[in-house]
């Protein structure tokens, strides 16, 4: 009896385990309310009834059990082993059905996350766009946030790291080295200014690489599609509709695109034979010189045909603008190589391209090139300005483009007309016609013109320098392309909207070029900033101007003064410099090396000097790698005699100072000297003075015992700098004190010891009397008349030297001290 409650007990439980178990299930179901839990519904539903199915199968085993269990009631006390094996069985089948139930739930919840996960990536699929927003704005939320500086290790490239590296610090890393730079720890970078199509700019670099992960065919079709409309809008640009147009980023892969495409053209048998197509009549291509740099040898080598198939055809020299190509020559050219068997190929032309933005004849050119049927390649600026006349169906888009081509033709004429009306400034920009001839880019749009007119009106590029009065059209010096570099530096500093930049020409030297074509930022310039602009050249070229007036003055200074010379410092826009030279050094010829370093050294002090003075001053190195003085940029009304003046002055102190600081160093020297071999001779006469036996071993002893030895006289010897006098110590060892003789005494000091016995001057003249070091016919002076030398004895006269501090020297028991 007690076996069959006990199995109806866990019966019992096992069903309230499972009513517990489906009130849960029933609890989770309406909780799940979105389309992706409903869709599961089924699968969960015949889970629960397998779960059920099981359940009730073990509950009808447990009743037949205690069925048979009553039924057998007599004979309870025979079958207790059974009842007790039955007992243990129900109570591992309710166990195991616990277990199993965890373990389906487990596997439930498992099955829900991995639902959850699935809906999850599929909403990122479905929501790229949202995705990549979010994870663009933390980025730029990142960089964007002000932080230090990274530490010098931090910022050093690391290794490869074998599990990678947190994105955290590669954005940190990033914000550093955009926001700081290790040359200019000081200064703080920024990103500039951007406008609505700078942002569109930006945007459509990242959806380039985004379309990049479209299927490849979509890809080609939507790449197609951008092509044809790009082709389509510059097309109705210029108004030249059946054409086709290149996108490229290099700028000179236009003209090499255009060369394979007439290889071909002129060449049927290119495409099969290749080179060997071109050995029978070579191509010959023609340049202008005025080209951008490298251009004609880029293409030789991307066509590979060698540079002697590529010409390049000089400027007009007599008639003409001398930056276009002269068509007399162009001619000529062509003619001597059809005669060669040659094919003249392709002409290059310019159209306020390169670097001085010069407009060829392009009209006599294209009369050249139909007669030896050549094809003709107009390249620059200048071409932009076919936008403007009489543009018909302006759209939006279009007129926004036109626009800009205005309004940069625009600044560039503005500045070029007052730059052609400054003296000392040559402009190599080809300068737009004046007087009645003067067309505005106004007229441009307006009126009607020709094609050579447009070009020559417009101004691509407006390059200029600042020359010499006396050069009449040759390259500029040395020292203008030192002028010209600083007046670049200054203007660019004072009117940072307008981008400035200095080009090296070999026909020229240094220039001065802005192009308004260039740049993304030219249309936020406006002719205000371009007013700045000219203001400051004003301004600036009084200073130039000044400086070389005042250039010929200084070298005649510095000329007539002995201890000055002019240096030429490479790379200095100023006066120039000057390097003292002292008078010890004037003979030299050549300078020694041991010279060499005393004369820097003596300059860098003249310059630490002259800035304590004026800031104005600072050190140079000429060409002959020797300090200097710089003197740099100046105005009219600087006294030039007055600085100079000052260097030599200060130079002079110098000079002085360091010429008794030698004497100094002299007097020591020759103290020590002198004090060691008076000391020398003195233990030699008290040797002899008082006997040998006295320093004979144990005899000496026995002798010093019966009769001692008197105590020494002279202790020792000091020296006078002063003075220039080596005396003895033995009145300082007395009397506690130095006492100087020589000079009149006061009524305190009525009574002075008397004068010491040994007083040697070790000045360096020619008159110093020389000494005996026999104690008895010593030259000591008498007492009062230890200085009373004349005056070609004494050292010369010194400045202050109150700044100057001697220090006490000790050698073999002599002292030096002031």
Request: hydrophobic share 35%; with cysteine.
């Amino acid at each position: 009896m007690e076996a069959a409650k006990e199995d109806t007990k866990a019966l019992k439980s096992v069903e309230a385990a499972v009513e517990a178990r489906e009130t849960t299930s029933e609890g989770e179901t309406p909780t799940q309310g979105n389309m992706a839990g409903s869709e599961k519904s089924p699968d969960t539903k015949g889970t629960r009834m397998e779960e059920t199915e099981i359940v009730n199968d073990r509950k009808q085993k447990t009743e037949d059990k205690v069925q048979k269990l009553h039924s057998k009631n007599g004979d309870i006390q025979q079958n207790e082993v059974q009842k007790e094996q039955v007992q243990e069985s129900a109570k591992e089948q309710t166990v195991n059905e616990v277990k199993d139930m965890a373990q389906l739930e487990k596997s439930k919840e498992q099955e829900q996350q991995g639902v959850e996960e699935e809906e999850e990536e599929e909403e990122e699929e479905d929501d790229v766009f949202g995705a990549l927003s979010v994870f663009t704005s933390e980025v730029f939320a990142t960089l964007s946030s002000p932080a230090e500086p990274l530490q010098r290790e931090e910022r050093n490239p690391r290794p490869l790291a074998a599990n990678g590296v947190d994105p955290a610090n590669t954005m940190r890393l990033l914000q550093d080295l955009m926001t700081y730079d290790e040359e200019e720890p000081d200064v703080t970078y920024g990103l500039g200014p951007m406008d609505s199509h700078g942002r569109l700019a930006v945007v459509s670099h990242l959806l380039a690489a985004l379309v990049t992960t479209l299927d490849p065919q979509h890809l080609r079709r939507l790449a197609t599609r951008i092509m044809s409309d790009s082709c389509v809008w510059v097309s109705r640009l210029f108004r030249y509709f059946e054409s086709t147009a290149y996108i490229h980023e290099d700028v000179r892969e236009g003209v090499v695109r255009v060369c394979r495409m007439l290889l071909h053209t002129r060449y049927p048998k290119y495409t099969t034979d290749g080179y060997q197509a071109l050995y029978a009549r070579p191509p010959v291509i023609y340049t202008s010189s005025t080209v951008r740099p490298g251009l004609p040898q880029h293409i030789a080598t991307m066509l590979g045909i060698g540079c002697g198939c590529v010409r390049v055809v000089p400027c007009n020299t007599i008639v003409g603008s001398p930056v276009a190509m002269d068509t007399a020559a162009l001619d000529r050219m062509m003619a001597e190589d059809l005669a060669a068997q040659k094919k003249p190929f392709l002409v290059i032309a310019n159209a306020g391209g390169g670097a001085v933005g010069g407009v060829d004849n392009v009209g006599r050119i294209q009369e050249l090139c139909n007669n030896y049927e050549a094809w003709l390649h107009v390249e620059g600026h200048a071409l932009a300005a076919l936008t403007l006349p009489n543009a018909p169906n302006l759209t939006l888009g279009q007129s926004g483009v036109v626009s800009r081509f205005q309004h940069a033709f625009e600044l560039g004429q503005h500045l070029q007309q007052h730059l052609a009306t400054l003296s000392r400034i040559r402009l190599l920009s080809p300068a737009p016609p004046d007087g009645s001839n003067f067309v505005t880019i106004q007229d441009l749009v307006t009126k009607p013109i020709s094609t050579s007119q447009l070009l020559e009106t417009v101004s691509g590029s407006v390059v200029f320098q600042y020359v010499d009065e006396a050069n009449n059209g040759g390259k500029n010096t040395e020292y203008y392309d030192n002028l010209n570099s600083w007046l670049g530096q200054v203007v660019r500093r004072d009117v940072g909207t307008i981008p400035l930049e200095l080009v090296q020409l070999e026909t020229a030297g240094l220039v001065l070029r802005w192009s308004p074509m260039e740049g993304p930022d030219t249309h936020h310039i406006t002719l205000a900033d371009v007013d700045h602009l000219i203001h400051s050249l004003h301004h600036q070229l009084d200073i130039l101007n000044a400086t070389v007036e005042q250039r010929k003055t200084f070298t005649e200074l510095v000329s007539s003064a002995n201890n000055l010379q002019l240096v030429e410092i490479p790379g200095w826009a100023g006066l120039g410099g000057v390097r003292y030279i002292a008078d010890l050094w004037l003979d030299q010829n050549p300078v020694l090396e041991t010279t060499k370093d005393d004369i820097n050294a003596l300059n860098v002090h003249l310059v630490s000097q002259l800035k304590a003075t004026d800031s104005a001053f600072s050190l140079g190195e000429g060409s002959d790698g020797l300090n200097c003085v710089r003197f740099g940029m100046v105005t009219a009304d600087t006294d030039l005699s007055e600085l100079l003046s000052l260097v030599i002055t200060t130079g002079r102190e110098i000079e002085t100072s360091s010429r008794f600081l030698d004497q100094m160093t002299d007097i020591v020297r020759k103290g020590i000297e002198a004090a060691t071999e008076d000391l020398k001779r003195e233990n030699e006469e008290r040797l002899w003075q008082e006997g040998i036996l006295r320093h004979v071993p144990i005899v000496g002893s026995v002798y010093n015992w019966f009769s001692p030895a008197p105590p020494p006289g002279i202790k020792g010897r000091t020296l006078d700098l002063t003075a220039g006098v080596l005396e003895s110590t033995e009145n300082i060892y007395r009397y506690h004190m130095q006492i100087r003789h020589g000079s009149a005494p006061t009524r305190s000091e009525t009574k002075l010891p008397p004068a010491p016995s040994v007083q040697t001057p070790v000045s360096p003249s020619a008159s110093s009397p020389s000494h005996s070091r026999s104690s008895s016919t010593t030259s000591a002076l008498v007492p009062g008349s230890t200085h009373s030398r004349q005056a070609s004895d004494l050292p010369p006269t010194t400045p202050d030297i109150k700044n100057i501090s001697a220090p006490t020297l000790t050698a073999n028991g002599t002292t030096a001290a002031v």
